[in-house]
């Protein structure tokens, strides 16, 4: 085995740089998070994890969310790679380590392109055949219409992908926020199916601590995506500092975001039909809001919402195999280019293929749409709380030697990265221990990372990977 390692750092000139700003990289943590198709799937999933006590979850999760991003952005200052988190662990960690972090993302970002595509089928199908909605064949074909066609505007280059999605946000904030001064009246006047109580702000209200971690993993997974704008750091002006502050800016804005829409909305029909009501819940919420052809307007935000998310997540994985293709852990034709709009066209072809067979793959699912969508939520809660607490712990363990030279190095450099992954894993192992969350979720989360070490070993022993072998203090002389 090689002794010398091949530089996780290495990026390739060929993606084009210096063509985001600040503000279109927030655009982008936004809408990968994506509110309006996150509400949509996790709304109902809140509610049945912690009755209508969701906002402590969601205000909670945001302090060790809040910390994870903070130690995202310092990590960006020391490097600059589209590889982020699998290039930052497996820098200041260990490669193995850093190999399961990128394979959890990749994961995450195809599981996660699963719950979109859904509610993008339910959606056009609202607006366009009523009559179908029911039918799960029809909504993943038309689900998998939008997956193709925003695979191939991405094509067409990141800049005419930006100035996309920022029309969408502009226009998806807007009805946000008419309908939750909808909602609030509804709330004042007592026009709703579940009023304001106490209950709706204590832990008992959220059904003790199952409720509360249950909900506390779906909160993650509300969050989660608004690393998005890490990895088009190669290709954003002034990237030492502009992905960092996008980073952090994208939570903070979302915990505001999803604490109001949650208060607005979930009281507005009964708990029964908000839970039936699987990808479609918002616009049964809007036909309650605002009876008669205008409430599906909400239902056109949802999905253009949706389609905004994901072409963010193809975007992302595309990114990051094109990093990991780089230090060859992944196909080599991941790295081709186009000379042209400087996109990575083979990786990015390939990461929507195979969001496409994980669609179908939900035909022969044997519970329910709300059942899948549920499954999928907390699944992807698993996933990102463990690449995120990895992320932090790098985070922490590489400034180590400066945490004590100030307090600001001190507090957000140490104990808020370090508070957000305690917090993070101390949710999964109370998930499991307090059975929140089903066989099915367990396995799609803790499986999909055990997939990764076994496929590290299998590149290290079998493809004989130098990067691999190399341990941390190996790596540390040739960076």
Known sequence: MPTSTPNVTSSSSHLKANVLSLSDAIILGLASSAPAQTMAV??????VASNYAGLLPIACAFVPMLGIALGYQRLNRWDQSSGATYTWVSKA???YLGFVAGWMIIMYYTLGTTSMTVPAGTYTLQLLAP????RKLAVIAVGAMWNVLVTLLLLSGIEIAARFQKVLAIFEYLVLAFFVLLGIRGLISGGVASPVTGAWFTLSGAGGAKGFFAGTLVAVFMYSGWDAAIYVNEETKEKETNPGRAAVASVVILLFVYCIITFAYQGAVSRSALESSAGNSLAVIAARLLPGPGSLVLSLVVLL??????QVAVLSSSRLGFAMAEDRVMPAFFKVVHPRTGSPWAVTLFMGGVNLVFLFLTVFEAGGTR?????IAGALGIISSLFYALTAIAAVWQYR??????VANLILGGLFPALGAVFLLTVVAESVITQAVSHAVLW???GACAMGLLLALGIHYIGKVPLLG????QQAENF
Do not use: F, W, Y
């Open 42 to 47: 996790a709304l109902p999933a809140l509610v």
């Open 93 to 95: 960690l260990h490669p």
């Open 131 to 134: 009559s179908l909605v029911g």
């Open 305 to 310: 919402g949706t389609i905004a998310c994901l």
């Open 371 to 375: 059942d899948v969508l549920s499954d």
């Open 401 to 406: 030697k400066v945490l004590l030279k100030n």
């Open 444 to 446: 799609a989360g803790l």
């Open 470 to 473: 190399a341990s941390r203090e």
